[in-house]
């Protein structure tokens, strides 16, 4: 889901993260903590520059990963979905904590991230070919052994964790094309329900950071929060083009907003 940041909008969209896990993906809760993890053959590191449909995306791969010459694997909807990095950078800043759940983590560039501000990291995602890549580019940046990845479904792990300071939603946003969409409904345009999501999260803390389009319905992301609480949204530039936003609840909220 990388995590999410928008890639260089003038003409790169970002996507979403798969929810239905292949037929050969392993059980359950299978996790990854600084021990070897065995996916083997599911490293599809994609090229951009070999797919028509991705060569746009290229001119970014050090915008997401500044150490993408190292060997930094991204599948094809990693291009358009993983967080750029200094997006990712300021939200794990904001984001600092004992233990954080990264609950899309998609190829790891949030994760990645988590791991330089947080003393753990707990990284879910529901495909195997997604966990594969974020282990091994959290190995590149020297953050594996900070990292527990999950591969498993959001709403079944969720559920078994007892506390987490901060969750960091950054969800399916329905492909390349969210952002023709003159508002981004967070209820039917995330393909798993954004306020669904939401409220699972909410049973594990109010520290919650929600990454969204910055074409979101911001009513909606409000609405989110209980009338006695207040939240923040943060909008994120690149270039002084606007990218992206996090909605930011509970402890989260800037002591002087």
Not at 23 to 50: I, K
């Amino acid at each position: 889901r990388g995590g999410g940041g928008e890639r260089e909008r003038e003409e790169v969209e970002e996507g979403e993260q798969k929810e239905t896990p292949p037929d050969d993906a392993p059980s359950l809760l299978q996790s990854y903590a600084g021990h070897t993890l065995s996916f083997s053959g599911l490293l599809p590191c994609v090229n951009a520059q070999d797919s028509p449909r991705l060569t746009k995306y290229w001119a970014q791969r050090f915008r997401l990963f500044s150490r993408f010459n190292e060997g930094v694997c991204l599948d094809e909807e990693g291009w358009f979905s993983a967080t750029p990095e200094k997006i990712a950078e300021h939200i794990a800043e904001r984001c600092r904590c004992d233990l954080i759940v990264d609950a899309f983590c998609g190829i790891g560039s949030n994760a990645i991230q988590f791991a330089h501000t947080c003393e753990r990291v707990i990284a879910i995602d529901i495909d195997p070919v997604k966990i594969a890549c974020a282990i091994r580019n959290a190995e590149i940046y020297g953050v594996a052994d900070r990292i527990e990845f999950i591969l498993g479904d959001y709403f079944h792990i969720m559920p078994q964790l007892k506390c987490a300071d901060v969750v960091f939603l950054s969800p399916p946003w329905g492909g390349p094309n969210y952002a023709t969409a003159k508002i981004f409904d967070i209820h039917t345009m995330i393909t798993l329900d954004g306020r669904r999501i939401f409220e699972v999260a909410r049973k594990v803390t109010k520290n919650i950071a929600f990454y969204v389009p910055r074409n979101v319905n911001i009513d909606q992301v409000v609405s989110l929060a209980t009338p006695q609480e207040n939240v923040e949204i943060e909008q994120h530039h690149l270039n002084t083009r606007l990218k992206t936003m996090t909605a930011y609840f509970g402890e989260l909220v800037n002591a002087a907003f």
